[in-house]
Structure formats: C-alpha cells, structure tokens
C-alpha cells in the first residue's frame, strides 16, 4: 500500500509539468510553454499554475528569468524506496546517480530536556548535540534533517557532517539496526526552510529514534523529506 496524503491542485499540476517534461525530452535550461500555453495545454486556471510553478522554482527545478520565461534548472528525481529500507539520504540520492551536498550546516549543543532523556535514554540535563543540515539532490532540495545525538557518541566520531549519520556511527563501531518513526505530512514555508527561496513545499515528516544492534537509542530525528523528490512505499501485512 502506498503511503499518500490527498493531493491538491499545485501537486497535481505539477505533475502533469513533469510528465510533459519528460514527454518532450526537455532538459536543462530548456523553456517550458508559456503561461498561457500550459494552461490551454494542462485545462487549469492562471492561478492553480502560478502557485505551482512558483513552487517548483523553490523546490529548485524551474527557474525564472524576468523578460525571458521559465527554465528548467533540474530534472524532477524521484527517489523511491520503502519505509522499511533502512537507508541514509545520502545513499538514496547516489542511488539514482545524483550528487548529494550538504548546506546550512549548523552544530550546538544542547542539553537534554525530559522528552529527550526518554528517548535517547538519557538523564534530563545530559549533553547532547544538535545537528541540522539541509540535504540536496544536485540542485534540489531532498530533505531538512534535524539529528539530535548524545555528545559523548559525536565527540567519539570526530565527525565529518557531509557524510551520513549512518557512516558517523559505524566509525565508532556502532550498526544501526532499526528505528522506531512516526509520520505526517507537513507543509514548509519559506520561513521554516529559507531555501525555498518563495511559496511553499509539501514535506514528509519522520519523527524518529533510531537503535543499535543492543537495542541501545542513539539518534533522534526530525527529518522532512521533499515530495517532489522522495517517493515511500509501505507495505502492510495483515496479522
């Protein structure tokens, strides 16, 4: 079963953008139609293709050039996977061949409220470490993750954060064996995410604790995965 929240109009249209995209073979600094071409062309209103649009040039895929039109910039990935593939971000972009990077690296430490203390099973007042990074697909926005893991085990990994977490924990012997997540649906706006540059985006949210192979927590996540970008698949057998 496909894990899905009902679509809006924008989704949609974006869509059909990205199937014509796909249809004509466009590329990279290719020109969509006009304005009034698309919406002769996808039978939508001036208004559902503008928020769509201007969604799509923040996610990084289309680009405005005042006086001159709309442009490609990135060619939609989608990266697909199912929620029970344990993968990092940074092996999912690879696996389609896309290049990832990291952007708006900040690191602080922080000390650990109750909440916190419970899920890393820690003591409330703990040091721990903040780790926030914006994920990306060659251009594209792919997620916003948001790690918070014991100082202890960050200090240990002497960390490079253009790598994975996953990398980070079994430099210092640890194997993540599996993670407890809940999920929503969440829209970003530009004030969440200045990156989006303008409009907003439509994010899957995985609120996360992730174990070692002792069963021992050792990371909790917040992290928001872009629609545009990643595609999960839940699969659900019946007891």
Same mark, same amino acid.
């Given at each position: 079963?496909?894990?899905?929240?009902?679509?809006s109009?924008?989704?949609k249209?974006?869509?059909?953008?990205?199937?014509?995209?796909?249809?004509?073979?466009? !590329?990279?600094?290719?020109? &969509? $139609?006009?304005?009034?071409? =698309?919406?002769?062309?996808?039978?939508?209103?001036?208004s +559902? %293709?503008?928020?769509?649009?201007?969604?799509?040039?923040?996610?990084?895929?289309?680009?405005?050039?005042?006086?001159?039109?709309?442009?490609?910039?990135?060619?939609?990935?989608?990266?697909?996977?199912?929620?029970?593939?344990?993968?990092?971000v940074?092996?999912?972009? !690879?696996?389609?061949?896309? &290049? $990832?990077?990291?952007?708006? =690296?900040?690191?602080?430490?922080?000390?650990?409220?109750? +909440? %916190?203390?419970?899920?890393?099973?820690?003591?409330?007042?703990?040091?721990?470490?903040?780790?926030?990074?914006?994920?990306?697909?060659?251009?594209?926005?792919?997620?916003?993750?948001?790690?918070?893991?014991?100082?202890?085990?960050?200090?240990?990994?002497?960390?490079?954060l253009?790598?994975?977490?996953?990398?980070?924990?079994?430099?210092?012997?640890?194997?993540?064996?599996?993670?407890?997540? +809940?999920?929503?649906?969440?829209?970003?706006?530009?004030?969440?995410?200045?990156?989006?540059?303008?409009?907003?985006?439509?994010?899957?949210?995985?609120?996360?604790?992730?174990?070692?192979?002792?069963?021992?927590p050792?990371?909790?996540?917040?992290?928001?995965?872009?629609?545009?970008?990643?595609?999960?698949?839940?699969?659900?057998?019946?007891?």
């Amino acid at each position: 079963m496909r894990l899905s929240v009902e679509r809006s109009m924008s989704e949609k249209i974006q869509e059909s953008l990205l199937t014509m995209i796909r249809e004509k073979a466009l !590329k990279p600094g290719d020109q &969509i $139609p006009t304005e009034i071409e =698309l919406c002769e062309q996808l039978g939508v209103g001036r208004s +559902s %293709l503008r928020e769509a649009v201007a969604q799509m040039i923040s996610h990084g895929l289309l680009l405005r050039i005042q006086g001159r039109g709309t442009f490609i910039r990135q060619i939609a990935l989608k990266l697909e996977g199912g929620l029970d593939d344990l993968m990092s971000v940074t092996d999912m972009i !690879k696996s389609v061949g896309a &290049i $990832p990077s990291t952007s708006r =690296l900040q690191i602080k430490p922080i000390a650990a409220s109750e +909440s %916190l203390a419970q899920k890393l099973a820690l003591q409330v007042g703990d040091p721990c470490v903040r780790i926030e990074r914006v994920r990306w697909a060659d251009d594209a926005i792919a997620a916003y993750c948001i790690d918070i893991v014991p100082k202890a085990l960050y200090d240990a990994a002497n960390s490079d954060l253009g790598e994975s977490l996953f990398a980070m924990f079994e430099r210092t012997g640890l194997r993540l064996s599996h993670t407890h997540s +809940s999920i929503q649906p969440t829209i970003l706006t530009s004030r969440d995410l200045p990156e989006l540059r303008e409009g907003v985006g439509l994010f899957l949210l995985l609120d996360e604790v992730d174990f070692d192979d002792t069963g021992k927590p050792i990371c909790y996540s917040n992290d928001y995965y872009n629609t545009s970008i990643f595609k999960f698949d839940l699969v659900r057998k019946r007891r």
